[in-house]
């Protein structure tokens, strides 16, 4: 091992405020991928709360808790605030504080649009969380928001959609910034091609998001120009076309899923090589699946609107593009497997959330295979299936995910160790609860129960009640989490330089542990 | 010690769990409804066919990895093997996924096929969505003409569990769609304000309805029966209480349901040319009212505001009439408010009108007389 470290103190770098003034005004990568991920982690204690106020209502069939107003409210609030401030804020926590020190940068390359991309965030949560406070409430519209709904909702609506573009721009700026550090600010000797899959996975889905937030920001500004300025782009009356709202929307979205994917997979393929000992199986065809995902991801929107009445060649040709994406995928899945395949394997805490995530990602890739298929999509289209299905690519994929590249960085970012029994207990109440919850939910909508619905048939009560048990097993096994990360910050065991054995790239190598404040103000030397 | 008895404890939990559910499975509805139609059975075999391909293909990758997961590991003392390339592999691995996806996608394209073909149908029935009911009108073949709202008809105390839940509980409506068994019934699928989706799952089919244009599905019912779906386009506040009822009854019972049907019609049909009494319009706007209002208005006339607006001591009830009138006939747009002219006749517009007027606390004491309503439609 080439322990070059760079360990020479920058302590004075001109001004450097303490206390709040230092989250404010930083422009260190570290703070703001600090940042991020405690904003991560807040949004999703509160797209949380909501997720367990729809599995309150849904424990029996009847109307007990709320009305179906607050209801809608609460699912279109949590399906946004769980895309769009948990999950895509985490992996953007995850590329700030790791791209610059694994392609030996200093920093990223726009310090101070950093800061802005982190500091628009908390001016989006809060339109969101106001516009329940808006005559009307917040929008019950789902977080797909198609039209003409959006046209007869209160001005929480307005605020949603402007919390959308202000989301929008933060991520676009995030984009930017990712994409040209990586392509200008890699060490000397560090190619394209030696890059850690998790910067090649980043890339991608940078330029994914610099390609299709401009165009919910178009969906979503005609929407607001249908609600206020008389223009009739999704209203048939004025020769528009609601339709039109869904093609747009979904051509933004189905890429968004693959935003929310790609990061995962990123964390996934530094994980299991370093637990299993051994350099990632196919690099290359990795590199190569990752671009072909995100390039078919183009092409299949329409597979979400079989049920709107396109015609036989539009069925069939989205049908065909969509169960395409399954060859890309399922390389990653041989090659994860492969890497394990005669590894020297442990199985420590963040090893065990990575083995979940490839276990359950695949379980949930089997079930979008499903629903590829238009002819079968036209019985699942708006059931419980579908639900079933996004929560274990989201859910249980992205947020598994997250937990590995958490506990495996952890010791990086604060030079301390958690708790390794508390971590495996955590992994087993997550794993075994969420099953519990969305497992079932297969069966409830293959039997026909449609979704963002606050009542049901009685023929689905015991579903439901077994999903709401779950449902608040899994919520309250993520205190647990919390205090995991509370304590080992404040009094955990200090971390040696390179806790994981197997772990190769250059954080781990070539920087002390825990990271200084700056790293690589010389570039590293790389063989 | 404390991540072995995690451990122990997941595997125990991991082991009750599934027999839980399969013991569970045996009693519940957990697959697609028994089909009735030759495309639902279809559905079925396919998706039949394929979760059995997907199944073996996930039981061997991952019977692989946990292989891999209990014999390759560190504390048994396995060594690291380096290599981490193999084009044979990685090319064998790319082009079985692709052949087997033709595989699957053959008799796929066939259903799909098969669902589109609306020609040539026996009876044509338009379909129309409204926040939050149906409305069907027969508009060719055997019924013609025939054309009815239909709506939940749990009563609300079952719902706000203040009496026991039915068997049909959220299932049930006041008037169900009816069709002969064996004959292709084309439906045509269209909106009144937002979108709403029709769904009979035991048919195979499922149709958004789209404001302003017009979709079709079809079906041929090969049992009788009564056959129950639910919207499934989120539609605002009651989209979890629109369900769609079907009932396929043999030749002879569908001539006889026109039949009757077309009698109850003009016998019921309300006569603008006859003089209606005020208690007569009250009464009978009573009913209009349960009918399509309640669900915004509230049966209190105190609404839900800022959404719904109250009509009980509301300045447009209680002002002049044809503003009031012209509210409810042409709705207003941009609000959930529709416009009622298409859904009720010049009877049932004069008497809902008279009605609100005259209850509550609204006393104005006058009626609406449906010549009126009549002159005010464009
Ligand atoms: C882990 C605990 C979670 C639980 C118990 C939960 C539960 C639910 C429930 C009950 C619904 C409503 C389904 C419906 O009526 O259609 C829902 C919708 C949704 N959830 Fe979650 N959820 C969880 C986590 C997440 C996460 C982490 C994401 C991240 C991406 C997510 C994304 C969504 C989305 C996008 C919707 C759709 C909202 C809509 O219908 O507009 N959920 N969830
Ligand atoms: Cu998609
Ligand atoms: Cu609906």
New binding site residues.
Partial sequence: MSAVLDTHGHADHGYHPGGIMRWITTTNHKDIGTLYLWFSFIM?MV??VM??V??LE?FSPGLQWVDPDFFNQM??M??LI??FG??MPAFVGFANWLIPMMIGAPDMAFARMNNWSFWILPFAAALLVISFFTPGGAPGV???MYAPLTVQMGMGMDLTIFAVHLLGMSSIMGSINIITTILNLRAPGMGLMRMPLFCWTWLITAYLLVATMPVLAGAVTMTLTDRHFGTTFFNAAGGGDPVLYQHIFWFFGHPEVYI?ALPAFGVVSQVIPAFARKPLFGYASMVSATAGIAILSFIVWAHHMYTVGMPVAGQLFFMYATALIAVPTGVKVFNWVATMWKGSLSFETPMLFAVGFLFLFTLGGFTGLVLSLAAVDIQLHDTYYV?AH??YV??IG??FAGYAGVYFWLPKWTGRMYDEALGKWHFWLSVIF?NI?FFVQHFAGLAGMP???PDYPMMFEVWNKISSVG?FG??ISQLLFLYIIVSAIRSGEKAPDKPWEGADSLEWTHLPTPAPRHSFHTPPVLK | MASSSARRTAAWALGILGAAFSGLALGLEWNLQPAVTRIAADIHDVHTYVMVLVSVIFAGVFGVMFYSVFAHRKDKGHQAAQWHENTTVEVLWTAIPLVILVVIAWPVTKVVVAQKDTSNPDLTIKVTGYQWKWGYDYIKGEGEGISFISALATPRDQIEGRAPKGEHYLLEVDHEMVVPVGKKVRVLTTAADVIHSWWIPAFGVKQDAMPGFIRDLHFRAEKAGVYRGQCVELCGKEHGFMPIVVRVVSQDEYSKWVGEHKKALAAAADDPARTWTLDELKRRGEQVYAANCVACHQASGKGTPPVFPALDGSPVVNGPRQAQIDIVLNGKPNTPMAAFGGQLNDVELAAVITFTRNNWGNRIGDQVLPAEVKALRK
């Fill in positions: 999703f797209g949380g997720a367990l729809i599995r849904l699912t279109t949590h399906g769980m895309v948990a999950i789902g977080w797909t929310i639900v996004f929560h989201m859910a992205a947020v969420i919850t979704r963002r619905i449902a899994f919520g």
